[in-house]
């Protein structure tokens, strides 16, 4: 620790959880020297005595001494619990830095709040960055995906160190690039959060077919171990097939079998959900993700309502193994739909905010060091580098064909599973989005006909021009004033 200290770290990390001191060794790792500091201060000092022993990482026992220890132009990275602590810091911070200085906020920040941020810190000189860091505490120690956005002029000074840290995909691109302005890099990064639910969600319903068709856990595992060899080659598929083949020390038995089937969720997924729906973009495959995790969680009722309430047995298939290959393009089918909701969303909420967002890097940096990474992002770096205007993954020849291909045996496994009272929600809101995605005439205009008449909300005729709205009297009593105010 060090109150005279010289102007000589790259970088201060407020913060010394799993991610900022893994992501400080990172840095220390590729030469910067990094400046410390915590709330609490003595993790700092049990940080520089353990972990950071040996490396250009300096500690920093109070605020004043951490921005006294910075080069200029100044940065400071915050990974702390987001939320109230991300402002006290930033409010703590702000009468010690000079204009051109940089906030960096790397926590799982609302997007919203990054814009608020970042024209807060502006209009006193100062430049904010709000970044999404995917990839756990491995990936913030050994290179994460990087996802920054906020004031663009800060940029060229955080660039050589955020690139330096991040993984590294096809020989050395690296997993990070600058995303748009204000909250961009946290809308991309909580839109990857989304993705990343929706395809835990339908590796999940994978699995449940699978043990409902009588594989035991490790031969799920050896499916799933497999199938990481294919066009599902990915991160979520790889720790899937190691996590069944685990046996559970105390009882001997596959661990996933002993682990309570209740799970959590911090929000993100909830996030961009909303988002989805502020947006009006159709991302039911990341939202039914979300119920299924909130459904799990109500397990004493769902304990309680299986005494009361019955459905049809799983008949296991006559033939497992084309059963399984069902599931496995059911699976591969869905995954590309709920990408294809993914960034859809991102596209319009884009529009919404006035930002230029390149699909085609976003998936490059998803590429490698985040949850989903996977080998088909780079197929959608190439749909959209061939299209940068693509309206939707799905009409890219690529995806199209592949859905083409899969589309029949994902019907199957959807039907299997709804005959066999298996409850397939990401799945079957997939194949429903495809569906309408894919259909020229949706059955709306009743929806159209149903508003006019109880609300006069008007419709458009598929005989005139899209913009001229007509009323109907439906009834004879209602008069031929059409609503302007009410809506439903
Ligand atoms: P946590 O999210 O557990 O936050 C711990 C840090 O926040 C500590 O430094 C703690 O200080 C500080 N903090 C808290 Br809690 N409340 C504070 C307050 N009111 N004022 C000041 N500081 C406060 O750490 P993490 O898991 O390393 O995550 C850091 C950020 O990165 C979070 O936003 C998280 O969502 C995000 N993230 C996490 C992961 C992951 O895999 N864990 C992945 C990607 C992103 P103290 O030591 O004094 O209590």
């Known amino acids: 620790m060090t109150s005279d200290a010289a102007a000589q770290a790259d970088i201060g990390v407020i913060g010394l959880a799993v991610m900022g001191e893994n992501l400080i060794l990172n840095m220390a790792s590729r030469g910067f020297t990094v400046a410390a500091f915590n709330r609490t201060v003595s993790k700092v000092t049990a940080f520089t005595g353990g972990r950071a022993v040996g490396r250009t990482i300096v500690g920093a026992g109070s605020l004043e001494d951490l921005v006294a220890l910075l080069k200029p132009p100044r940065r400071v990275m915050l990974m702390v619990k987001a939320g109230a602590a991300v ?12 204009p051109g200085d940089i906030i960096i906020d790397g926590g799982n920040s609302h997007p919203a709040d990054s814009t608020r941020r970042t024209r807060a810190l502006a209009e006193q000189g100062l430049l904010f960055i709000g970044t999404g860091v995917s990839g756990g505490e491995e990936g913030a120690l050994t290179g994460p995906s990087i996802m920054p956005g906020g004031n663009v002029q800060a940029w060229p000074a955080v660039q050589p160190i955020f690139q330096a840290i991040a993984a590294k995909v096809d020989g050395g691109a690296p997993c990070c690039e600058w995303v748009g302005p204000e909250g961009a ?26 043990r409902a068709a009588g594989l035991s856990a490790p031969e799920a595992g050896a499916v799933f171990a497999r199938w990481n060899e294919g066009e599902l080659h990915s991160y ?22 002993v682990i309570l089937d209740a799970a959590g969720q911090k929000g993100t997924g909830k996030w961009t959900s909303v988002a989805a729906l502020d947006a009006g973009s159709p991302a039911a495959t990341i939202t039914e993700a979300v119920y299924a995790r909130a459904m799990s969680a109500l397990k004493a009722e769902r304990v309680a309502a299986s005494a009361v309430l019955s459905g049809p047995a799983f008949a296991a298939p006559a033939d497992r193994e084309a059963f399984v290959e069902q599931v496995r393009q059911a699976l591969y089918a869905s995954k590309i739909a709920a990408y294809a909701q993914g960034f859809q969303l991102l596209h319009l909420s884009a529009q919404d905010a006035g930002w230029t967002l390149d699909y085609g890097q976003i998936a490059q940096m998803w590429r490698g060091g985040c949850i989903i990474r996977a080998a088909f992002l780079d197929r959608i770096k190439d749909a959209y580098d061939a299209q940068p205007a693509l309206a939707n993954l799905l009409i890219a020849p690529y995806f199209r064909d592949a859905v083409h291909g899969a589309q029949g045996a994902w019907r199957e496994t959807v039907a299997a599973a709804v005959r066999g009272g298996v409850p397939v929600p990401a799945f079957s809101s997939a194949l429903a989005y495809f569906d309408a995605y894919r259909s020229a005439a949706l059955p709306a205009n009743l929806l159209q006909a149903q508003r006019d008449y109880f609300g006069a909300h008007t419709y458009e005729r598929t005989d005139r021009p899209r913009g001229e709205f007509f009323h109907t009297n439906w009834t004879g009593r209602g008069g031929n004033t059409a609503s302007t105010t009410y809506t439903a």
């Open 87 to 98: 402002d006290e810091f930033i409010t703590l911070l702000t009468p010690l830095l000079a």
């Open 185 to 210: 890099g946290h809308f991309v990064k909580m839109v990857h959060n989304g993705i990343e639910y929706a395809d835990m969600q339908m590796i999940a319903e994978s699995y449940q077919l699978l």
């Open 236 to 257: 979520l598929i790889e720790i899937t097939a190691d996590i069944l083949s685990k046996v559970d020390d105390v009882t001997g038995q596959p661990l996933v079998d």
